[in-house]
């Protein structure tokens, strides 16, 4: 437990240290993020503090891994492989936030090129289960679906990204659920820890460094470099874990409960706007999150529910991954997903209909 508690506060105040610099500089350079009519901010903020997140990861993880090369499940260049590809994104985003923008081709296509050096690394899902029917072995077919994990991902927890604290808070509930699973799998944290385990620790106390600086009132923002960072790195843990965990068909679902309330009102969005045949691709204001602050909520109150949503995600993945009786595993991750995007949803619905000029 010493050594799980040195990792965290290690992890927390290097970023946390490194956050405050790059608001600094951020400063210094007039890299602010200025509000505009789609934004939830009302000041111009700092941008880009998830560089801190990017460069803690990176170099933790591969000082660990260099150290335990000799008992990892895959080879060492395996994992830097896939270091590589969150490296290459999170480059692309930093970018995007000091540069005022690269083409969305250019974002596409490197974020495609991570995927495929992650799925390099640790290969694709083969089998998924599905709750109420089994595991079901897909082939070949696992490769796509692979990649569309975790190219989706990250560009939706980018998108999510949108007021102070959420994209902390989601990664720190996320991790909650890695690191206890990691610990299941190595029997108890008396035993050598794995790589999924060290990494949910490197970026739980990462992102709570990042979230000290970054709680209503920010006082720096994120930025897509870390938040495309963390979407890529939640997208990789069913892979990184497969090993560990003899490839379990259930990690897939694990890792969608872990980061339920960001892919379920991500994708609620997404295809609500493209039944309304809007450019579902164009900037918008229309996430559950930001329509529930739109309404009147404040940022504390939108990102507490949401910091309680992942609790609920995390407590349905690990009671999912671990319960004996399959019945109940699988009854308890649908009334999760049911309960995630049902809550805001109906919040939503109600403080709209009694404001109806803030419906958007």
């Not at 995390?314 to 009854?331: E, M, P, V």
């Amino acid at each position: 437990m010493l050594l799980l508690a040195t990792i965290f506060i290690l992890s927390a105040a290097a970023a946390f240290g490194g956050v405050e610099l790059a608001r600094r500089w951020a400063l210094g350079r007039q890299l602010l993020d200025h509000p505009n009519e789609r934004s939830s901010h009302t000041r111009p903020t700092p941008r880009g503090g998830g560089l801190a997140i990017v460069f803690v990861t990176l170099v933790a993880m591969g000082l660990w891994l260099w150290l335990h090369r000799g008992g990892l499940p895959l080879p060492l260049w395996r994992y830097g492989l896939a270091g590589f590809g969150g490296a290459l994104i999170a480059f692309v985003s930093w970018l995007d936030d000091s540069r005022g923008g690269v083409h969305s081709a250019v974002r596409y296509g490197v974020h495609a090129a991570g995927a495929a050096l992650a799925i390099s690394a640790f290969g694709w899902w083969h089998d998924i289960y599905i709750p109420f029917i089994g595991s079901v072995h897909w082939g070949w077919l696992g490769l796509p679906i692979t990649f569309l994990w975790i190219t989706g991902l990250v560009n939706a927890y980018n998108f999510m990204d949108g007021i102070d604290g959420i994209a902390g808070g989601q990664a720190v509930t996320a991790c909650t659920a890695w690191l206890l699973l990691g610990l299941m799998l190595a029997g108890g944290a008396g035993t050598e820890m794995h790589a999924a385990t060290v990494l949910s620790l490197v970026l739980a106390g990462s992102t709570l460094g990042f979230l000290c600086l970054n709680w209503h009132p920010a006082k720096i923002f994120m930025g897509d470099v870390g938040s495309a960072f963390l979407g890529y790195c939640f997208a990789v843990f069913p892979l990184l874990a497969s090993p560990d965990a003899g490839a379990d068909g259930r990690l897939p679902v694990f890792g969608l409960l872990a980061v339920a309330p960001f892919v379920l009102d991500a994708s609620f969005t997404f295809f609500r706007r493209l039944r309304r045949r809007e450019n579902v691709f164009a900037a918008h204001r229309s996430h559950l999150y930001q329509r529930l602050v739109i309404s009147g909520l404040s940022h504390q109150t939108v990102t507490l529910l949401y910091l309680f949503l992942g609790l609920l995600g995390t407590g349905a993945a690990l009671w999912f991954a671990s319960a004996g009786n399959r019945w109940i595993a699988d009854t308890a991750a649908i009334a999760a997903v049911v309960l995630v995007l049902g809550i805001p949803f109906l919040w939503t619905v109600v403080r709209e209909r009694k404001q109806p000029s803030t419906s958007v």
